[in-house]
């Protein structure tokens, strides 16, 4: 599944995604309580994610579907991209370890180098949000300091610097906080430990309303359950596009979750 991703420089822009597996109502949860998953509902949101995406001039690229991984939909966390290097995750969920395998598979398609994180590291790629050649590490329940030593050992020769960051407040960075094209970061206070870590930190009104892919330098794809957010970002000059993801949202995911830029 494709459609044009070339920029007026002549750069494409791609996105790994992958489709919900049937079992996805079996998916881990762990700050919130379970509630029932529309399986039909996720796909047609599923569906109408990745043809936002192509819309906006992304190109998308399906991760081989993992139907014995109910938390497959959540391409982000299995694989990290820096540049030409792909960083396959070590996810500190047991039952998300088979994740990672179809990733490896489409970043090598693409041609990129792959280096792998290993046990007893753990790493997700939700805690992981790069800001120029900043990469802030969620320390989560997910994410541990052997996996970020890890992290650090392959990124640092490639020119970025780790900051590890404390998570207890959500399950993975990403869903406390994300950044603008500016590099500001913007996040729900009540889910973010120390806003004071970041130097530019934007308060949102929603928890929904933390997380936002960037499109380009003016556009960014948002949650349609974070209303009062995109009022506050439309503010500032940015042209949001909003996505319904209420049964993503039902397992902790977000706009970010579903997929990954390559870039």
Not at 8 to 26: F, I, K, Q, Y
Not at 143 to 154: C, F, M, P, S, V
Not at 240 to 254: A, R, S, Y
Request: charged fraction near 20%.
């Amino acid at each position: 599944m494709t459609s044009g991703g070339e920029t007026t420089a002549g750069t494409m822009r791609r996105a790994l995604v992958r489709r919900p597996a049937d079992s996805l109502a079996e998916g881990q949860i762990t700050h919130i309580e379970r509630v029932p998953i529309d399986l039909e509902l996720a796909h047609a949101q599923w569906a109408g994610y990745v043809a936002t995406l192509q819309r906006e001039g992304w190109d998308t690229i399906e991760v081989e579907p993992a139907p014995d991984q109910p938390d497959s939909v959540f391409v982000e966390d299995a694989v990290i991209m820096f540049g030409d290097t792909a960083v396959l995750a070590s996810p500190g969920a047991p039952s998300r370890r088979g994740e990672t395998a179809g990733a490896e598979g489409s970043a090598r398609a693409l041609g990129r180098m792959v280096r792998r994180l290993d046990l007893p590291g753990t790493l997700d790629g939700g805690d992981v949000l790069k800001v120029g050649t900043t990469v802030y590490v969620g320390q989560s329940l997910r994410t541990n300091a052997d996996g970020t030593r890890q992290l650090t050992e392959i990124v640092e020769p490639l020119g970025y610097s780790v900051v590890p960051v404390p998570v207890t407040r959500a399950l993975h960075l990403k869903t406390a906080i994300t950044a603008l094209p500016d590099g500001s970061i913007i996040g729900y206070p009540p889910l973010v430990d120390d806003p004071a870590l970041f130097d530019r930190f934007l308060a949102v009104p929603e928890a929904e309303g933390t997380a936002v892919v960037v499109l380009d330098e003016h556009t960014l794809l948002i949650s349609a359950a974070a209303p009062r957010t995109t009022a506050l970002l439309t503010g500032l000059g940015y042209r949001m596009v909003t996505v319904d993801i209420t049964e993503f949202e039902k397992l902790e995911g977000c706009v970010t979750c579903l997929s990954v830029r390559v870039r």
